[in-house]
């Protein structure tokens, strides 16, 4: 790919609109604060998955059927009420209290996910085919994903300053709708072009799912990509913001403080702000050059080799814990994070490859659905298994789990129909 062609992608204005939208979606001020946020309002790690649950159950419902939707009947229309329900789950987690209130919030923010998960993409993947740039979806989607991790690392620094300046923690969930109605207008401007799946139509009833999912399962390798991505994915979700509970245990507990102006919970939140900024701010360059590993390894051997690294990583985080190691704790957990945000990318590569134009937004519904199943599974899991038995332990425990399942996950070369 020159030089030449790269400028002329940047400087397209619809492109500069996909980075525009990751940056807005991406500032969500209360991520860095969630868990600590929740265990402050008396839950415990148990419930906190089972919040977790909700949300993966809801999205794991209205995944497929939203994405066939997104298909047949316009993606610009399904964004719109993926913003609308963001917004609500915000308010709700604002005025909200108790575990009932926190879970219809949970609620309302997995209808977001599926609403808004594979839709984007799927807009990308028609535009890139209307300029001809298909071969380049990996350089792409890492640009616009790179924004999004921009716009994570932003809203961490902004979130220290909310958090210490606004009368509660409970504000910052206000001050997160603002971007999302940016966003939500934004999207009002993407081309009618893009509101569809490029004209095709079938005599199939859209909401027919099983016909769709037999379809997509009989090929194997996009199968395999899916079910490796799925638990990948949810394995990552499961276990991202237990550095909240970690850090605040041995942060809090040592009396460890970056400023004596501050009190000790004050010095949580400004080292947790800027961890999740530092990560955010590598992911984002790992993500926009992730295409550049293609050269050495095929998007299908570099899935296989970040799965295995993950369960290396969980390892080594759970010696880390055990020794009390903060710096090399927030390290691992930008570890985690690189290797998630190299591999969508790549996955959305891999995956283009096999499956029908017209499927699109269905079959990433698909990897989101799986992801969301899994997380169902495991996030309540990991969370009792935390209160009982300690976070370090949880991170063996998965480490094995994902090496033991390798075999059963492992992309191997297919032949083309598959």
Not at 146 to 165: D, E, P, Q, R, Y
Not at 214 to 241: C, E, G, M, V
Not at 319 to 348: C, E, G, M, N, S
Not at 373 to 382: C, E
Request: charged letters at 15%; aromatic letters at 14%.
């Amino acid at each position: 790919m020159d030089n030449k062609l790269k400028e002329e992608i940047n400087q397209t204005l619809q492109i500069k609109k996909f980075s525009a939208y990751g940056f807005l979606k991406n500032l969500k001020f209360f991520e860095p604060y969630l868990v600590i946020y929740l265990l402050a309002s008396g839950l415990s790690l148990f419930q906190i998955g089972l919040l977790y649950s909700i949300r993966e159950v809801i999205t794991y419902t209205f995944e497929i059927p939203s994405g066939i939707i997104a298909d047949y009947y316009g993606r610009k229309k399904e964004l719109y009420m993926c913003f609308a329900f963001y917004i609500i789950s915000f308010l709700i987690f604002f005025t909200g209290t108790g575990f009932n209130m926190l879970s219809t919030a949970m609620v309302f923010f997995g209808l977001g996910e599926a609403f808004r998960s594979g839709t984007h993409k799927a807009m990308i993947y028609s535009y890139l085919e209307e300029k001809g740039w298909s071969s380049h979806k990996a350089y792409v989607y890492g640009r616009t994903r790179s924004f999004s991790l921009t716009g994570s690392a932003i809203s961490s620094v902004l979130a220290i300053v909310f958090i210490l300046k606004l009368p509660s923690s409970r504000y910052i969930f206000l001050a997160s709708i603002i971007p999302y109605i940016l966003d939500l207008f934004l999207i009002m401007t993407y081309p009618d072009s893009l509101d569809s799946s490029g004209g095709h139509k079938t005599k199939e009833n859209p909401l027919k799912v099983k016909e769709h999912l037999k379809d997509i399962y009989r090929r194997p390798k996009l199968r395999h990509i899916l079910l490796n991505t799925a638990l990948f994915d949810s394995t990552f979700k499961s276990t991202k913001d237990m550095i909240q509970p970690i850090l605040e245990l041995l942060i809090i507990g040592s009396g460890f403080i970056i400023a004596d102006r501050f009190t000790g919970d004050e010095n949580l939140k400004i080292i947790l702000g800027v961890s999740y900024g530092i990560i955010y701010i590598i992911s984002a360059a790992a993500s926009k050059r992730a295409y550049l590993l293609k050269s050495i390894w095929t998007s299908i051997e570099l899935l296989n080799h970040l799965y295995f690294i993950l369960s290396v990583t969980l390892v080594v985080l759970f010696i880390a814990i055990q020794w009390h190691q903060v710096v090399i704790i927030i390290l691992l957990f930008l570890i985690l994070y690189i290797l998630t945000d190299i591999r969508k990318p790549l996955f959305v590569d891999a995956c283009d490859d096999y499956m029908d134009k017209h499927q699109r937004a269905t079959v990433l519904s698909i990897a989101s659905q799986l992801r969301a199943l899994f997380t169902i599974i495991m996030a309540p899991i990991v969370g009792f298994l935390a209160d009982n038995f300690g976070i370090a332990s949880v991170m063996l425990g998965l480490a094995c789990i994902l090496l033991v399942l390798y075999s059963f996950v492992k992309i191997t070369p297919l032949n083309a129909n598959n």
